[in-house]
C-alpha cells in the first residue's frame, strides 16, 4: 500500500524519510520538485503526480509537504486522509507540528509512524490508542532515556486494540466528567463589485473533548440536521442510525477528536456576515490614485465582529500608500506591494474605515484591473448556517456528565472584488 513517506520543508530540504517495505530512494522526490517549481503557490502543488514506477501524494500542512510514494494503485483519498492523521497525531503529540519540533523529537516520529502503518496498511490511527502504545514525550521522560537507554514504546497492548471498540481504551476514570463540543464553521466566499454573492460555501467541523468514565454511549440531535451536506464522520458514529434518524449515536474516543466534517452550498442558506464598501479608483493621467474601504457586520445575528484582517495586493504601479485609518494598525510594504490592515473588533456605531492617496509610478497606464480584498474574522457564538444542536444526551452510565456547545464562526477564503 504505502511504501515511503517523505517530509519536505517549504525550502525543499528533505528532512525526514521513513519506509516500511523496501527502500524507495530520494531521486523519487524530483517529479515532486519539479511540480512544486510549475506551481505558483504551494497550495497549488498537484495531490497526486504519477511517475514512471510511483505515485506520489502529498498534503501541504504547516509549511511541510507530507508525500507518500505508492507502488500500485490505491483509492487517493485513502492515501490523503491517513496523510492528514499523521499529521493531528503529530500535532496532538508534539503540541505544534513543525520542522523544528519534529528533528527534536525524531525517535518517538519513528515509533509512531511504525505503528500508525504495518506492512504499509493502517493500524492504529487513533490518537488515545496510539498513546498508550507510544507515550508522548515529556522532558523528564526524554532525560530518563537519554540516561537509561529506554525508549517510550508502552510495555503492554492496549486494550482498545483488544475490543470490538478499538478507538476507546477500557478502565478510563475521571472526577470531574465532562463532554464538550465545538462547532466550528468556515466561511468562504467570492464577493463582486455591486455587493452581490458571486459563489459561498461553508465548511464545518465539530470537534469533541470527551472526558468521561466508563464506557458511556451518547447521542447528539441537531434542531435543522437537514442542513448538512457532504457529512464526514468519526469511525465510532453509527451510520445507520444517522442515515435514518439523523441523529449521532456515538461510544466516544476517549480526548480530543473530531466528531464529524461536513459542508453547507446551497447559495441561499449560506448568510453573509460582513460586508466591504469600496472606492479605489485610478485616473489615466494623473500619478494619483484614491483608496477608501469601510468595513461594516451584516447578518451576524447581533454578535460581535472581530480579529478582523483585511489584506490587499497592490498593482505593481503603485509606489507608495498614504492612508489614515479610524481604528487598528495599517503597513503598506512597497516592496511586494501588499497592504495589511488589522482592525480588530467592529463597533457597529462607528464603522472602521481606511482612506488615503495611492502615489502611481509616473509615465505608466492606469493598472487593468482594480486589486482584490482579502478579509479574515471571526464570530464567537454563532454558526453561520444556523445549525444548532438540540440536546445531548448520555446512556450506559449512571453519573451526570457536565455538557458544554460552543460554537464559531471564521472566514475561510473571503474575498471582494472592487
Same mark, same amino acid.
Given at each position: 500500500?504505502?511504501?515511503?513517506?517523505?517530509?519536505?520543508?517549504?525550502?525543499?530540504?528533505?528532512?525526514? %524519510?521513513?519506509?516500511?517495505?523496501?527502500?524507495?530512494?530520494?531521486?523519487?522526490?524530483?517529479?515532486?520538485? $519539479?511540480?512544486?517549481?510549475?506551481?505558483?503557490?504551494? %497550495?497549488?502543488?498537484?495531490?497526486? +503526480?504519477?511517475?514512471?514506477?510511483?505515485?506520489?501524494?502529498? *498534503?501541504?500542512?504547516?509549511?511541510?509537504?507530507?508525500?507518500?510514494?505508492?507502488?500500485?494503485?490505491?483509492?487517493?483519498?485513502? @492515501?490523503?486522509?491517513?496523510?492528514?492523521?499523521?499529521?493531528?497525531?503529530?500535532?496532538?503529540?508534539?503540541?505544534?507540528?513543525?520542522?523544528?519540533?519534529?528533528?527534536?523529537?525524531?525517535?518517538? *516520529?519513528?515509533?509512531? #509512524?511504525? $505503528?500508525?502503518?504495518?506492512?504499509?496498511?493502517?493500524?492504529?490511527?487513533?490518537?488515545?490508542?496510539?498513546?498508550?502504545?507510544?507515550?508522548?514525550?515529556? +522532558?523528564?521522560?526524554?532525560?530518563?532515556? &537519554?540516561?537509561?537507554?529506554?525508549?517510550?514504546?508502552?510495555?503492554?497492548?492496549?486494550?482498545?486494540?483488544?475490543?470490538?471498540?478499538?478507538?476507546?481504551?477500557?478502565? *478510563?476514570?475521571? &472526577?470531574?466528567? %465532562?463532554?464538550?463540543?465545538? *462547532?466550528?464553521?468556515?466561511?468562504?466566499?467570492?464577493?463582486?463589485?455591486?455587493?452581490?454573492?458571486?459563489?459561498?460555501?461553508?465548511?464545518?467541523?465539530?470537534?469533541?473533548?470527551?472526558?468521561?468514565?466508563?464506557?458511556?454511549?451518547?447521542? #447528539?440531535?441537531?434542531?435543522?440536521?437537514?442542513?448538512?451536506?457532504?457529512?464526514?464522520?468519526?469511525?465510532?458514529?453509527?451510520?445507520?442510525?444517522? %442515515?435514518?434518524?439523523?441523529?449521532?449515536?456515538?461510544?466516544?474516543?476517549? =480526548?480530543?477528536?473530531?466528531?464529524?466534517?461536513?459542508?453547507?452550498?446551497?447559495?441561499?442558506?449560506?448568510?453573509?456576515?460582513?460586508?466591504?464598501?469600496?472606492?479605489?479608483?485610478?485616473?489615466?493621467?494623473?500619478?494619483?490614485?484614491?483608496?477608501?474601504?469601510?468595513?461594516?457586520?451584516?447578518?451576524?445575528? =447581533?454578535? /460581535?465582529?472581530?480579529? @478582523?484582517?483585511? &489584506? !490587499?495586493?497592490?498593482?505593481?504601479?503603485?509606489?507608495?500608500? &498614504?492612508?489614515?485609518?479610524?481604528?487598528?494598525?495599517?503597513?503598506?510594504?512597497?516592496?511586494?506591494?501588499?497592504?495589511?490592515?488589522?482592525?480588530?473588533?467592529?463597533?457597529?456605531?462607528?464603522?472602521?474605515?481606511?482612506?488615503? !492617496?495611492?502615489?502611481?509610478?509616473?509615465?505608466?497606464?492606469?493598472?487593468?484591473?482594480?486589486?482584490?480584498?482579502?478579509?479574515?474574522?471571526? +464570530?464567537?457564538?454563532?454558526?453561520? !448556517?444556523?445549525?444548532?444542536?438540540?440536546? #445531548?444526551?448520555?446512556?450506559?452510565?449512571?453519573?451526570?456528565?457536565?455538557? =458544554?456547545?460552543?460554537?464559531?464562526?471564521?472566514?475561510?477564503?473571503?474575498?471582494?472584488? /472592487?
Amino acid at each position: 500500500m504505502i511504501h515511503s513517506l517523505f517530509l519536505i520543508n517549504a525550502s525543499g530540504d528533505i528532512f525526514l %524519510e521513513k519506509h516500511w517495505k523496501s527502500v524507495v530512494s530520494r531521486s523519487v522526490c524530483d517529479y515532486f520538485f $519539479e511540480a512544486q517549481e510549475r506551481a505558483s503557490e504551494a %497550495e497549488n502543488v498537484p495531490p497526486v +503526480i504519477p511517475t514512471p514506477h510511483h505515485y506520489l501524494l502529498s *498534503v501541504y500542512r504547516h509549511k511541510i509537504f507530507f508525500v507518500a510514494v505508492i507502488q500500485s494503485e490505491v483509492p487517493p483519498l485513502f @492515501v490523503i486522509e491517513f496523510l492528514h492523521r499523521v499529521v493531528d497525531t503529530f500535532q496532538d503529540y508534539f503540541g505544534v507540528c513543525s520542522e523544528v519540533m519534529i528533528k527534536d523529537n525524531v525517535v518517538v *516520529v519513528y515509533e509512531v #509512524l511504525e $505503528e500508525m502503518l504495518d506492512n504499509g496498511f493502517p493500524l492504529a490511527t487513533e490518537s488515545n490508542i496510539l498513546k498508550e502504545l507510544i507515550k508522548p514525550p515529556t +522532558i523528564l521522560r526524554t532525560v530518563v532515556n &537519554t540516561i537509561t537507554g529506554s525508549t517510550n514504546v508502552g510495555d503492554q497492548l492496549p486494550t482498545g486494540q483488544l475490543s470490538v471498540v478499538p478507538w476507546r481504551r477500557t478502565g *478510563v476514570k475521571y &472526577t470531574n466528567n %465532562e463532554a464538550y463540543f465545538d *462547532v466550528i464553521e468556515e466561511i468562504d466566499a467570492i464577493i463582486d463589485k455591486s455587493g452581490s454573492t458571486i459563489t459561498a460555501e461553508i465548511q464545518g467541523v465539530i470537534d469533541a473533548c470527551v472526558k468521561l468514565t466508563g464506557m458511556p454511549d451518547l447521542t #447528539l440531535s441537531f434542531m435543522n440536521p437537514r442542513l448538512l451536506d457532504d457529512v464526514s464522520f468519526h469511525p465510532c458514529v453509527r451510520f445507520k442510525r444517522w %442515515e435514518s434518524e439523523r441523529i449521532l449515536s456515538f461510544i466516544p474516543p476517549d =480526548g480530543n477528536f473530531r466528531l464529524l466534517s461536513y459542508h453547507v452550498s446551497a447559495q441561499n442558506l449560506v448568510a453573509i456576515p460582513v460586508y466591504v464598501k469600496h472606492n479605489i479608483s485610478f485616473r489615466d493621467s494623473s500619478s494619483l490614485g484614491r483608496f477608501e474601504i469601510t468595513v461594516g457586520p451584516k447578518q451576524t445575528m =447581533g454578535k /460581535t465582529v472581530e480579529g @478582523v484582517m483585511v &489584506t !490587499s495586493q497592490m498593482p505593481k504601479g503603485v509606489l507608495n500608500m &498614504t492612508l489614515a485609518s479610524s481604528q487598528g494598525t495599517h503597513i503598506f510594504d512597497p516592496v511586494t506591494k501588499l497592504l495589511s490592515w488589522d482592525v480588530g473588533k467592529i463597533n457597529p456605531q462607528k464603522l472602521p474605515s481606511l482612506k488615503g !492617496s495611492m502615489s502611481l509610478q509616473a509615465g505608466t497606464s492606469k493598472p487593468d484591473e482594480n486589486p482584490t480584498i482579502n478579509l479574515q474574522f471571526k +464570530i464567537q457564538q454563532l454558526a453561520i !448556517s444556523g445549525l444548532k444542536v438540540n440536546r #445531548l444526551d448520555m446512556y450506559g452510565e449512571k453519573y451526570k456528565p457536565f455538557k =458544554g456547545i460552543k460554537y464559531m464562526t471564521k472566514a475561510g477564503k473571503f474575498q471582494v472584488r /472592487t
